[in-house]
């Protein structure tokens, strides 16, 4: 239901962007956020959007990283730029989605896309 893309190598200071594509009998997405983990660290929320575009970023990485979403698409973005060493992680993108076939409402988690901040 989501493929995240976009991950890769960069340096310090780089940027990069990810994509987070929802499919399938979808009616309505509500929530929709990026998470990251690194190796030995707990899931935490990168940053997260509404479906009426109320956004909210992690201290760690407000004022670099910028959260979007294309509805008409079923699209989650996240621009990240200035990166540091310490955002090496997997991002995983997470999305409450209601069904158009049974309007039941699911929370969904994408696969991970690794990203990886090296010299």
């Known amino acids: 239901q989501l493929q995240a893309s976009g991950g890769g190598l960069v340096q310090p200071g780089g940027s990069l962007t990810l994509s987070c594509a929802a499919s399938?009998?979808?009616?309505?997405?509500?929530?929709m956020g990026w998470y990251r983990q690194a190796p030995g660290n707990q899931r935490e929320l990168v940053a997260d959007?509404?479906?009426?575009?109320?956004?909210n970023y992690a201290d760690s990485v407000k004022g670099r990283f910028t959260i979007s979403r294309d509805n008409a698409k079923n699209t989650l973005y996240l621009q990240m730029n200035s990166l540091k060493l310490e955002d090496t992680a997997v991002y995983l993108c997470?999305?409450?989605?209601?069904?158009?076939?049974?309007?039941?409402?699911?929370?969904?988690w994408g696969q991970g896309t690794l990203v990886t901040v090296s010299s």
């Open positions: 399938g009998s979808i009616l309505r997405i509500s929530y």
């Open positions: 959007i509404t479906n009426i575009g109320s956004t």
């Open positions: 997470n999305a409450d989605i209601r069904s158009r076939s049974d309007y039941i409402l699911t929370n969904y």
